[in-house]
């Protein structure tokens, strides 16, 4: 168990639809980063944020937004989904500041749009 | 310049061989190498990770070996068992990590 908690971990919906995903990081990690993975496009960086402020973006589109609250949980929005989107949504948290060091990642969100 | 590219796409070794796994890669700026394990089910999990400094960093059973000037670095799994079969990622890091993308191994019993 890596201690970062996922959730929902399956999610339905249909296309046009917004839906929110949901990530605990592991005790005391500060940093959190979101990982899209697709058959064909394989592990793809969305965002990172580090005690509640951006850090760094990949390739997020801009019908996909995140925020890390107070707390240190952190979600990840999904809005005017498309059949595309289906993929597997992993949360990743780092006791480190950023660049991906030591990355404790979820059991992911598998996203199916239909 | 940004891809790391990954080769075999999928491997079969018998138990008590040896797996190797391939990553090349071509931006110079990259200066941290990870090997993420990945069940079925599950997220990556860090299994061993390399600077450019050192040409071989060894945990157990599992090696990375790096090549500076060929741009390349692998992973060796040595006495390979069932219970390594798993997909594994090499990745890179400029400012974030760019994978590969993945190689699938089967260890025969």
């Known amino acids: 168990d890596s201690g970062v908690t996922q959730t929902p971990k399956h999610l339905i919906t249909a296309t046009g639809q917004r839906v929110t995903l949901r990530c605990s990081p592991r005790?005391?990690?500060?940093?959190v980063y979101w990982y899209q993975q697709s058959l064909d496009q394989g592990l793809q960086f969305l965002i990172q944020?580090?005690?509640?402020?951006?850090?760094a973006k990949g390739n997020i589109l801009e019908r996909f937004s995140a925020q890390q609250f107070p707390d240190l949980h952190s979600e990840l929005n999904l809005s005017s989904l498309e059949l595309g989107d289906s993929a597997l949504y992993f949360c990743?948290?780092?006791?480190?500041?950023?660049?991906?060091?030591?990355?404790?990642f979820g059991s992911g969100t598998q996203l199916s749009v239909l | 310049q940004q891809q790391v590219k990954q080769s075999p796409q999928s491997l079969i070794v018998q138990k008590g061989g040896i797996s190797i796994i391939n990553c090349a890669y071509e931006?110079?700026?990259?200066?941290?190498f990870p090997w993420y394990q990945q069940f079925p089910g599950k997220g990556p999990a860090l299994l061993i990770a390399?600077?450019?400094d050192v040409s071989e960093k060894k945990e157990g059973r599992f090696t990375i070996s790096f090549n500076k000037s060929a741009k390349q670095f692998s992973l060796h799994i040595m006495d390979s068992q069932p219970g390594d079969s798993a997909t594994y990622f090499c990745?890179?890091?400029?400012?974030?990590?760019?994978w590969g993308a993945g190689t699938k191994l089967i260890i025969k019993p």
């Open positions: 990743a948290s780092s006791p480190r500041t950023g660049g991906g060091e030591k990355l404790f």
């Open positions: 005790s005391g990690d500060l940093s």
């Open positions: 944020y580090y005690n509640g402020e951006e850090r």
């Open positions: 931006n110079t700026a990259f200066d941290y």
């Open positions: 390399i600077r450019p």
């Open positions: 990745a890179a890091r400029d400012y974030q990590l760019i």
